[in-house]
């Protein structure tokens, strides 16, 4: 069965400092990838997607993410994280043929200190 | 333009009674999407509605679940005989066409919060 895994439920970064979610996930073949941010209030919006093709993908907000087959992952990075960046933020896995139904890891919750 | 709305954002009900979410998603998108978020289970996805074909019901965790999608635009969640672990945030998507293999982006409602007591 599929699964995705984020092994880190709970970070704190100081703003300015550099960020990596961690995220693994179980699946047969080759998925298709998300991370979605979940601001307090507010619904799940993208940060990024990928599908095939060049294994570093950019999104918005100035996050980017790399597949790595080998690993099973796909890390969610940030070079200088910002105070509006504190959210909860979760990657997720789309099966393939599957309609596009979305399987959930359990979330990071991201926090950053001034 | 408009987003996914989702109706009412709050519902508080008491334990046996049934309820029903309603989702508005945005214009055109042919796929609709319902979610649940706990603090138990995480994000768990429910169901799923592709144009005039029949919808994936795989995750509705019990027969009190039911969803309809009228018109193709407008759908509803219905829970039937509530019971306290239905407690959660009920979560609407939609997205232009499911993509095959589902490479579409999803657009997210702000969610229904449901607390059983």
């Known amino acids: 069965a599929q699964s995705v895994t984020q092994p880190d439920i709970h970070i704190t970064v100081s703003e300015g400092a550099s960020l990596e979610l961690r995220c693994n996930y179980s699946?047969?073949?080759?998925?298709?990838l998300f991370w979605y941010v979940q601001s307090p209030g507010q619904g799940l919006q993208l940060l990024l997607k990928?599908?095939?093709?060049?294994?570093l993908v950019q999104g918005i907000k100035g996050f980017e993410a790399e597949f790595k087959r080998s690993q099973s992952s796909f890390n969610l990075r940030k070079p200088s994280v910002h105070w509006s960046d504190a959210a909860e933020y979760f990657c997720?896995?789309?099966?393939?043929?599957?309609?596009?139904?979305?399987?959930f890891g359990q979330g990071t919750e991201l926090s950053v200190k001034p | 333009g408009a987003g996914v709305s989702q109706s009412p954002s709050n519902k508080v009900t008491e334990k046996g009674k049934d309820v029903e979410l309603r989702c508005d998603p945005i214009?055109?998108?042919?796929?609709l999407y319902w979610y649940r978020q706990s603090l138990g289970q995480g994000l768990e996805f429910l169901i799923y509605?592709?144009?005039?074909?029949?919808?994936?019901k795989s995750g509705l965790p019990s027969d009190r679940f039911s969803a309809e999608r009228t018109g193709g635009s407008v759908s509803t969640l219905t829970i039937q005989r509530t019971q306290q672990e239905d407690s959660a945030v009920y979560l609407c998507?939609?997205?232009?066409?499911?993509?095959?293999?589902?490479?579409?982006?999803?657009?997210f409602g702000p969610g229904t919060r449901l607390t059983v007591l």
């Open positions: 998507a939609s997205s232009p066409s499911g993509g095959a293999g589902g490479t579409d982006t999803q657009y």
């Open positions: 699946y047969g073949a080759t998925p298709y």
């Open positions: 990928y599908f095939s093709g060049d294994t």
């Open positions: 997720a896995v789309g099966p393939y043929n599957q309609g596009g139904k979305l399987i």
């Open positions: 214009s055109g998108h042919t796929a």
């Open positions: 509605f592709q144009g005039n074909s029949a919808p994936d």
